[in-house]
C-alpha cells in the first residue's frame, strides 16, 4: 500500500541545495527525502529554521552592504 | 534569474474575467408567432428567455443584457427601456414627483423570492411587449417579415457604447489612446438572435453591413430558428464564428437556449459549439433584392447584380462597366489536318507549333 | 477555534462535509452566491447547461463537449465541482459507464433562483417602513467606510506608527475578534503588535478583507458553542445579505431570533446599518452587496458599468454611484518613478501608514507624502512577512491617474518594469528557494498503481513532481487521491 508523507517540497539551485544537505548533514533533522539534483522534501515544521540557517550562511558570503541614502 | 525575467510579470492586470453583455434580438413578427401558438405562444418564449437572461447574469454581477424586439416596421428596445422624457417642468419638484411615483410603481412590492434585478428586468420586458403589441396595427399583420438589421445595428450600438464607457474610465484620454484591433475588447459582446420568420431580401446589404461591423468588434451572433428559412442568418453566424440552431421542437427552447447558446465567448474557447453544416451562402442582388445564384459583380467594388445595369453603370460606384464577351459563343474554326511525319529518330508526337519542343518532366 | 484560521471562502467551504452543503443549498440565495464566486467559467457553463437537465449524463458525454486542448480545465471544474458538492459523480464501476448529475438541492435552488418563485425567502424581505431621507447611498457609503477604516486603522496602528486617525477605534468585539484570529498579537509589553497574517490581510483587495474578517468571525463566534450562533445558518445569511439591493430597507421581524443575534457583530463590521430609532430596519451596505463579486468590484470596473448603465435605467437600484466620497480609498494616487521615489497623493493616514510598510517616507505634505522605496525598506517589508507580490499589486491598484494615461498614451505597463522587478529580486535575496506543502507519495508496489495514481493527480491537476524511475511523486493535495486510492482497493 502507498504510503503518503506530508512534508515540504523544496525547488532549487543546485548550490542551494547542496547547503541545504550541508545543514541537514549536523543532525539529519531537516531532510525527509532527497529527490534529485534540485530538489528535496523537508519536514514541515522544520522549514522555516531551515531557511533561517541557509540565510544566515548565505550571509557570510554576501558584500557589505552599501546603502547610500543619498537623494 | 529566470524566476525573475518573465515579461507576463510587468502587467499587473486585473484577474476578473472582462464583464459579458448579451443582447437578445426577439423577432416579434405578430404573424409568425401566431401560426406558432399552438406550440409554443410568445409568453411562453419571453419567460423562456428570461430564465436564459438570468442564468447570463448569473455568471458575475458585471455582466449586463439588452433586449431588443424586432418588429415588423422598426427596432423597439425592451430592456433597458429608454429613459421617459422628462415631463414639462412648470414647478421644480413636478419632475421629481413623477420619478418616484414611478419607482414606487415598480418596486412597490419586490418579491423576497427573486432576485431583484431579474424582478427588475422581468417587469421591464414583459410591460414594453405589452405597449409595442397594443401599437402593431392591422397593416403590420400583413408583413412576414421582420427589420432585423436595425435591431442588430441597435445592438452593436450599446456594445460599442458600454465598450468605451469601461474603457474610458480608466483613462481620460478615449480618442488619444490608440486603437488596438487585436487586443480583447474591454467588453464581451454576444448577441443572440430568436427568428422567427423568413429573412427579406431587400434586407440584405444592411444586415451584412452589421455582421461585418460584428465580426470586426468581435462580437458573435447566435441564432436560434423556430421557423422560416433564414439563409442570411446562418450567413451572419458563420461569419462571426456564431451557434446555428434549427430548433424542430419550439416547445423545448428553454433546453435550446441553456444547452446550446450558453457558452458565451470565452467557454467557447472550451466548448465544442453545434454547427450547422450547410450555410446557405446565397446573396441578394443589389438592384432588386433578389437571391440569386449567379450574376453580375462590379470588379471596382464588388456589388452584386442579378442583370447588367442601365448605362453599365455600377448602382455602388459609378463605374462605368463593359460587358466583355459575355454570351458569346466562341466561334468553331475547322481544325486543319496536320499530315503526322514520321520521324525516324525520336518518338512519334505531332509537330507542335513551337520551335522547341515541350520539355520533358 | 482551529490552528490555521482559513483566510480563504475557497478553503473555508472544502472543508465542510457534504452534510453542511446540503443544508446550505436550501437556500437560493447561497446556491446562487456560491455559483457566482466559488467557480471557474468553465464550471458555471456546465453547470448551467446541466440544470435543466432531467436525467443524469455519463462522464463520456461530457468529454465530448469539450475540445481536447480544454482537457486540463474540465478536469479542473469537475474536482472543484466536487469539491463543492455541487455534482455527484457515480463510481467507476463494470457495468454502467460514470454518470454525473447535478446535486438535487442544489438544483432545485439555482433553479428557484433564476425562475423565482416558492416561499424560501431568502432574498431578503423588504421592510414597508417610511426610509428617512437622511439615508441615502452616499450615506451609507460613508458609514461603511468609516467603520472598515477603523478596523484597518487598528491594525495598521499595532504596527507602531503612529495613526493619526480618531481616538475611538473599532467596538471590543471587533478589536477581540482581530486578537483571537491572530492578525494582531498581545505583546509581552501589554500593547498590541501585527502578526504576519496581519499582513496580509491589510495588503489584501477590499472584497478578499472583508472576507477574511467574516471567515474569522464565522470560525470563532461559529465554533463557541456558547454563542448559540450555528456556523451554516451564519453563512446562509451572509450569502442571502450579498443579494439584497443596496439602498433599499429590509425587514428585521421577518429574520429568525438566531439570525437577529448576528446583526450587532454585522454592523460592527460596517455591513450593516440600523438606524437608531427605527431599530425594525436594516440596510445593506456596499460592502454587503458587493460580497459575492470578483475582487474589483469596489474599484473601477464598478464604476465603469454604472457609468454605463446609469443613463439606461429608470430606477437607481442596485447599481448607485460610488458617490462622490467614493474617491479617497478608491482612486489611486500613488505615483511611482523610474528611480524608486514613491508620491502619494492622500491624506487618509491609513494608506500612508500602509505605504509606510514596506517604503521608506521621508517627506509630508498637506496633501502628499513623499518617499522612497529601498533594498532596506523592501527587505524590511519582506521580513514582516508581506511579499513582493502584494506590494506589486497594492501599488499597481492604487497607481495614480496620471500613471494610467502615461500606460495608455505610451503602450507601456503602468509600474516602470525596472522597479517590479528589482523589487521582486530583494524578495528573491532572502528567498532562494520555491517550496511547496504537500504530500510525498512513493512505496508503490507495482508500475500499474504509481501509474495510474500518478496519472489521476496530474488530471486534477494537483501533480507537482514525479519521479517514475523512483516511483514516487509529490502532490500538494492528498483527499482526492487517497479517495482514488480507497476505491481502486475496493475495487480489486
Redesign the interface.
Given at each position: 500500500?502507498?504510503?503518503?508523507?506530508?512534508?515540504?517540497?523544496?525547488?532549487?539551485?543546485p548550490s542551494?541545495k547542496s547547503i541545504?544537505v550541508n545543514i541537514d548533514s549536523v543532525n539529519h533533522d531537516f531532510i525527509?527525502?532527497d529527490?534529485?539534483e534540485e530538489?528535496v522534501?523537508v519536514k514541515?515544521n522544520m522549514?522555516q529554521l531551515l531557511?533561517q540557517k541557509?540565510?544566515d550562511r548565505?550571509k557570510e558570503n554576501l558584500p557589505p552592504?552599501d546603502?547610500s541614502g543619498s537623494e | 534569474?529566470d524566476?525573475?525575467?518573465v515579461s507576463e510579470?510587468?502587467?499587473?492586470t486585473?484577474?476578473?474575467?472582462p464583464?459579458s453583455l448579451l443582447s437578445i434580438v426577439i423577432d416579434t413578427n405578430p404573424r409568425a408567432w401566431a401560426a406558432l401558438d399552438s406550440r409554443l405562444s410568445l409568453a411562453q418564449a419571453i419567460s423562456n428567455i428570461l430564465?436564459f437572461v438570468?442564468?447570463h447574469l448569473?455568471?458575475?454581477?458585471?455582466n449586463?443584457v439588452a433586449v431588443i424586439a424586432a418588429h415588423v416596421n422598426r427596432a423597439v428596445w425592451l430592456y433597458?427601456?429608454?429613459?421617459?422624457p422628462a415631463a414639462a417642468k412648470d414647478n421644480s419638484g413636478d419632475v421629481q414627483m413623477q420619478d418616484v411615483s414611478?419607482?414606487t410603481n415598480?418596486?412597490s412590492?419586490?418579491?423576497?423570492?427573486?432576485?431583484?434585478?431579474?424582478?427588475?428586468i422581468?417587469s421591464s420586458v414583459f410591460s414594453s411587449i405589452q405597449s409595442l403589441m397594443a401599437e402593431t396595427t392591422i397593416q403590420d399583420l400583413d408583413q412576414v417579415t421582420t427589420q432585423l438589421s436595425g435591431a442588430l445595428t441597435l445592438a452593436l450600438c450599446r456594445i460599442n457604447?458600454?465598450s468605451q464607457?469601461?474603457?474610458?474610465?480608466?483613462?481620460?484620454?478615449s480618442n488619444?489612446?490608440?486603437v488596438?484591433s487585436t487586443a480583447p475588447p474591454?467588453v464581451k459582446g454576444r448577441i443572440v438572435v430568436i427568428s422567427v420568420s423568413d429573412s427579406e431580401p431587400s434586407q440584405y446589404i444592411p444586415t451584412m453591413n452589421a455582421v461585418f461591423a460584428a465580426a470586426h468588434n468581435q462580437v458573435a451572433i447566435d441564432t436560434i430558428a423556430l421557423a422560416g428559412d433564414s439563409t442570411f442568418l446562418q450567413q451572419a453566424c458563420f461569419n462571426t464564428n456564431g451557434i446555428f440552431l434549427k430548433a424542430s421542437n419550439p416547445q423545448g427552447l428553454?433546453?435550446y437556449l441553456?444547452?446550446g447558446l450558453?457558452?458565451?465567448t470565452?467557454?467557447r474557447?472550451?466548448?465544442?459549439t453545434p454547427t450547422h453544416d450547410t450555410v446557405d451562402f446565397r446573396t441578394a442582388c443589389f438592384c432588386h433584392g433578389k437571391v440569386v445564384d449567379t450574376g453580375f459583380v462590379c470588379s471596382v467594388c464588388l456589388s452584386i447584380f442579378c442583370e447588367p445595369p442601365e448605362n453599365a453603370e455600377c448602382l455602388t460606384c459609378g463605374t462605368v462597366l463593359a460587358l466583355g464577351n459575355y454570351g458569346a459563343k466562341p466561334a468553331v474554326v475547322p481544325r486543319k489536318k496536320k499530315k503526322k511525319k514520321k520521324i525516324v529518330n525520336g518518338s512519334g508526337r505531332e509537330e507542335t507549333g513551337s520551335a522547341t519542343g515541350t520539355p520533358k518532366p | 477555534m482551529s490552528n490555521n484560521p482559513s483566510l480563504h471562502l475557497a478553503e473555508y467551504l472544502e472543508r465542510l462535509p457534504g452534510t453542511t452543503f446540503k443544508k446550505l443549498y436550501q437556500q437560493p440565495?447561497t446556491a446562487?452566491a456560491i455559483?457566482?464566486r466559488m467557480l471557474p467559467?468553465?464550471a458555471?457553463?456546465f453547470v448551467?447547461?446541466m440544470?435543466?437537465m432531467p436525467h443524469p449524463m455519463t462522464l463520456n458525454d461530457l468529454d465530448?463537449?469539450?475540445?481536447p486542448?480544454?482537457k486540463r480545465?474540465?478536469d479542473q471544474s469537475l474536482s472543484i465541482l466536487r469539491g463543492l458538492h455541487i455534482v455527484q459523480i457515480s463510481a467507476p464501476s463494470k457495468e454502467k459507464p460514470q454518470e454525473i448529475q447535478l446535486m438535487s438541492n442544489f438544483k432545485r435552488s439555482?433553479r428557484?433562483?433564476?425562475?423565482?418563485?416558492?416561499?424560501?425567502?431568502?432574498?431578503?424581505?423588504?421592510s414597508s417602513l417610511l426610509i428617512p431621507p437622511e439615508i441615502d447611498l452616499p450615506f451609507l457609503d460613508r458609514y461603511a467606510r468609516k467603520k472598515w477604516e477603523d478596523v484597518l486603522h487598528f491594525v495598521v496602528s499595532s504596527v507602531g506608527y503612529k495613526s493619526v486617525g480618531d481616538g475611538s477605534g473599532p467596538n471590543k468585539g471587533v478589536k477581540e475578534l482581530l486578537i483571537a484570529g491572530r492578525l494582531v498579537d498581545r505583546r509581552p509589553n501589554g500593547g498590541l503588535g501585527i502578526t504576519q497574517a496581519g499582513f496580509t490581510f491589510l495588503l489584501q483587495e477590499a472584497n478578499a478583507q472583508v472576507w477574511t474578517l467574516l471567515l474569522l468571525w464565522l470560525d470563532v463566534l461559529g465554533n463557541n458553542k456558547g454563542s448559540g450562533l450555528d456556523p451554516v445558518d451564519m453563512l446562509s445569511f451572509l450569502f442571502m445579505l450579498a443579494?439584497?439591493?443596496l439602498g433599499?430597507a429590509y425587514d428585521t421581524n421577518?429574520l429568525t431570533e438566531e439570525r437577529r443575534n448576528m446583526l450587532p457583530s454585522l454592523v460592527d463590521f460596517g455591513l450593516i446599518y440600523i438606524p437608531q430609532h427605527k431599530r425594525s430596519m436594516f440596510f445593506p451596505t456596499r460592502l454587503a452587496t458587493?460580497l459575492?463579486?470578483?475582487?474589483?468590484?469596489l474599484r473601477?470596473?464598478?464604476?465603469?458599468?454604472t457609468?454605463?448603465?446609469q443613463?439606461?435605467?429608470?430606477?437607481q437600484?442596485?447599481l448607485g454611484p460610488l458617490g462622490g466620497g467614493g474617491g479617497e480609498q478608491q482612486a489611486g494616487s500613488v505615483v511611482i518613478e523610474t528611480n524608486y521615489r514613491l508620491y502619494a497623493y492622500t491624506q487618509s493616514a491609513l494608506q500612508i501608514a500602509v505605504l509606510a510598510l514596506f517604503a521608506k517616507l521621508n517627506m509630508r505634505f498637506p496633501d502628499m507624502v513623499a518617499g522612497r522605496l529601498?533594498?532596506?525598506s523592501i527587505r524590511q517589508a519582506i521580513n514582516f512577512g508581506i511579499t513582493a507580490d502584494q506590494i506589486?499589486?497594492y501599488l499597481?491598484a492604487h497607481a495614480h491617474?496620471q500613471m494610467?494615461?502615461t500606460a495608455?498614451?505610451t503602450?507601456k505597463?503602468?509600474?516602470p518594469?525596472t522597479v517590479?522587478?528589482q523589487i521582486?529580486?530583494w524578495q528573491?535575496e532572502?528567498e532562494?528557494?520555491?517550496?511547496?506543502?504537500?504530500?510525498?507519495?512513493?512505496?508503490?508496489?507495482d508500475d500499474k498503481?504509481?501509474l495510474d495514481?500518478a496519472r489521476f493527480s496530474e488530471e486534477i491537476g494537483v501533480l507537482?513532481?514525479r519521479?517514475d524511475h523512483a516511483r514516487?511523486f509529490?502532490a500538494n493535495k492528498?483527499e482526492q487521491?487517497?479517495d482514488f486510492?480507497k476505491t481502486r482497493?475496493r475495487a480489486e
Open positions: 500500500m502507498p504510503r503518503a508523507i506530508r512534508g515540504v517540497l523544496i525547488e532549487c539551485d542551494i541545504i525527509i527525502e529527490l534529485d530538489r522534501v514541515e522549514v531557511k541557509l540565510e548565505l552592504v546603502e | 534569474m524566476a525573475v525575467d510579470h510587468y502587467e499587473v486585473s484577474i476578473d474575467s464583464p430564465v438570468n442564468a448569473a455568471f458575475s454581477n458585471t449586463q433597458p427601456t429608454a429613459q421617459k414611478a419607482e415598480n418596486s412590492s419586490p418579491s423576497a423570492n427573486k432576485y431583484p434585478q431579474f424582478a427588475q422581468e457604447k458600454a464607457a469601461l474603457s474610458s474610465s480608466d483613462t481620460t484620454l488619444a489612446a490608440p488596438n474591454p428553454l433546453t441553456m444547452f450558453i457558452p458565451d470565452e467557454a474557447e472550451s466548448i465544442i | 440565495s446562487f455559483f457566482r467559467h468553465l458555471k457553463t448551467m447547461r440544470l435543466f465530448v463537449w469539450v475540445k486542448e480544454a480545465k474540465k439555482l428557484l433562483a433564476l425562475t423565482g418563485g416558492g416561499n424560501h425567502n431568502s432574498f431578503g424581505v423588504p443579494s439584497l439591493e433599499r421577518a458587493t459575492t463579486s470578483g475582487g474589483n468590484s473601477t470596473i464598478s464604476e465603469g458599468v457609468a454605463a448603465t443613463s439606461a435605467q429608470t430606477s437600484q442596485s529601498s533594498r532596506a506589486i499589486s499597481a491617474e494610467h494615461r495608455a498614451l503602450n505597463p503602468v509600474l518594469p517590479v522587478d521582486r529580486l528573491l532572502n532562494r528557494m520555491k517550496t511547496t506543502s504537500g504530500f510525498l507519495f512513493r512505496d508503490f508496489t498503481d504509481y495514481t507537482v513532481w519521479n514516487m509529490f492528498h487521491i487517497k486510492l482497493k
